[in-house]
């Protein structure tokens, strides 16, 4: 079909070209044949078609004989179609996709991030790029007609599949990222059929917490973005105890489960999560956690989950002696609800986060697009540049062959994210300062030093060792891990699934590696 198209479009040039040529060797010959004329040689015929048929007429060059004036007439009927159908051509190719293609190849240097469709998330996302790489080029692959809105950044919008774009890249420059932002668009998203097989990296939406699918495709999961955000910026402090989560769908269960895997501040810490909301299916996944915690009974030994089955508003004793409620409905306009109504109605000492899509002033909010929807959450090389680096310090300390960041799977990415996150808590713990909310080199280096200073006491060591091994108990356990006598990775078996008491003096100086660590990761932060 291609080919017949391309056939016909060449006859039709080629014909309109005998055409033409033959009208100027009928005007040259006619006119040369008077002694009148002033057009003498096919020179000056050809100059006469062009003034006639561009409707300039500059009048030095006339036709005089009749068969010249025939001519004339013809060029002069024709020049009014040219000039139509040459102005419909140029607003053609300015309205349609001409012009953007057009734009491409021009930038083909530039950085190119590719969303397959507007909306909310993808306009965000596009526009920290663009603060972030100024050498960006925004493109939304659909057409701009649709959509009131138009950004405060430059962008092209072209309806167009990833396939094309790319193969206007040329391979020039870095890499096309393309951004699937609907959530589990990868599998319904036609645009998404074989992206696998380009050179591009693809960052596609999900709500499974997959992060990785084949070498090119990763996953990211808005709701653990917004738990990572979260606890980072508001980290657990010593005098918290008691800890309220209303709301347990999408965004409740993976502030829970970073709150689980990261939340270790001291080997005698008691904090009692209450948590309100639907819990049977999490608790169904994760039916080891009561190994670790006491399930549904506060305790004074250590942490608790207590899954209510009544409403959080039927519970006004906790709520109002409770160091920290934070409101997670995946429904924003019933966590607004529940905000004014607790404020309201309570008496609340503790303080309230509410997960708000957008900035309030005078609340104390978390997951803004704003600050889920960035590169550093997204692209995530920034957000986990503290673990690939612990995975490449681990790499050099051992002589056997292990593997890098890109070829780990999904849990041991995860067991290394786990450790990432918790060297702030290590931090704020080393230095006692609890307003320390970024992973900063210097603190690090600092946290580093008081730990060499510390070690020599066997009070001090035993607690440092006994709080990593319950960073890591939690690790294994959360992801239904069980004593073994010898590891085995398929049956999920670890011999130091123990309490710490039962470690043998070996396996606890293993835990020594997590604090030593720091001492070699803040040069890598730092560079």
Request: contains cysteine; proline residues 3%; hydrophobic residues 40%.
């Amino acid at each position: 079909m291609m080919k017949t198209r391309k056939n016909f479009y060449l006859y039709l040039i080629v014909t309109i070209v005998l055409i033409y040529v033959g009208l100027l060797t009928i005007l040259y010959y006619s006119e040369s044949s008077s002694s009148d004329a002033a057009i003498r040689t096919f020179g000056d015929a050809f100059w006469y078609s062009l003034v006639t048929l561009t409707t300039v007429g500059y009048g030095d060059l006339v036709p005089v004989t009749p068969l010249g004036h025939l001519v004339g007439m013809i060029f002069l009927f024709l020049s009014a179609g040219i000039m139509v159908t040459l102005f419909g051509a140029v607003v053609s190719f300015l309205t349609s996709e001409g012009m953007p293609f057009f734009m491409l190849r021009l930038q083909r240097h530039k950085n190119w991030y590719y969303f397959a469709d507007y909306g909310v998330e993808s306009n965000t996302l596009a526009a920290n790029i663009y603060k972030e790489d100024p050498n960006a080029l925004i493109i939304y692959g659909e057409r701009r007609s649709g959509h009131n809105e138009i950004p405060n950044y430059p962008c092209i919008y072209l309806s167009a599949s990833p396939h094309k774009i790319v193969a206007k890249k040329k391979n020039i420059g870095t890499k096309c990222k393309i951004f699937l932002m609907k959530e589990n668009d990868i599998g319904v998203n036609s645009r998404a059929v074989n992206l696998h097989e380009l050179p591009v990296e693809v960052y596609a939406r999900t709500t499974n917490g997959q992060d990785k699918l084949s070498g090119n495709i990763n996953f990211f999961h808005s709701y653990e973005c917004c738990a990572r955000q979260y606890w980072r910026s508001k980290p657990l402090c010593r005098h918290e105890n008691t800890i309220v989560l209303i709301g347990f769908g999408n965004y409740g269960s993976s502030i829970l489960e970073r709150a689980i895997l990261t939340n270790i501040i001291s080997a005698e810490q008691h904090v009692a999560y209450h948590i309100f909301g639907p819990a049977g299916e999490f608790l169904a996944v994760h039916d080891r956690l009561g190994e670790l915690f006491s399930l549904n009974k506060e305790s004074s030994e250590g942490d608790s989950l207590l899954f209510h089955k009544e409403t959080w508003a039927e519970n006004r004793s906790v709520l109002e002696r409770a160091d920290r409620i934070i409101i997670c409905e995946d429904d924003e306009q019933k966590g607004w609800s529940i905000f004014w109504t607790l404020n309201k109605y309570y008496r609340i000492s503790g303080r309230i986060d509410l997960r708000s899509s957008r900035r309030a002033p005078g609340v104390s909010y978390f997951g803004t697009n704003e600050d889920i929807y960035t590169s550093q959450q997204i692209i995530r090389t920034g957000l986990n540049k503290a673990a690939i680096t612990i995975n490449e310090l681990f790499r050099r300390s051992v002589s056997y062959p292990t593997l890098a960041w890109n070829e780990l799977d999904d849990l041991h990415r995860q067991s290394k994210i786990a450790a990432a996150d918790h060297l702030l808590m290590k931090t704020r713990i080393l230095l006692r300062d609890e307003t320390i909310t970024e992973l900063r080199a210097s603190k690090v280096k600092k946290a580093y030093e008081r730990y060499c200073r510390t070690i020599h006491s066997e009070t001090a060591k035993e607690m440092y060792r006994k709080l990593d091994h319950m960073r890591w108990l939690r690790f294994y356990i959360f992801y239904n891990w069980s004593y073994g006598p010898v590891r085995d990775d398929e049956a999920r078996q670890h011999p130091m699934l123990c309490p710490y008491e039962k470690l043998t003096p070996e396996q606890r100086r293993e835990r020594d590696a997590a604090w030593e660590l720091m001492g070699s990761i803040f040069s890598e932060l730092e560079g």
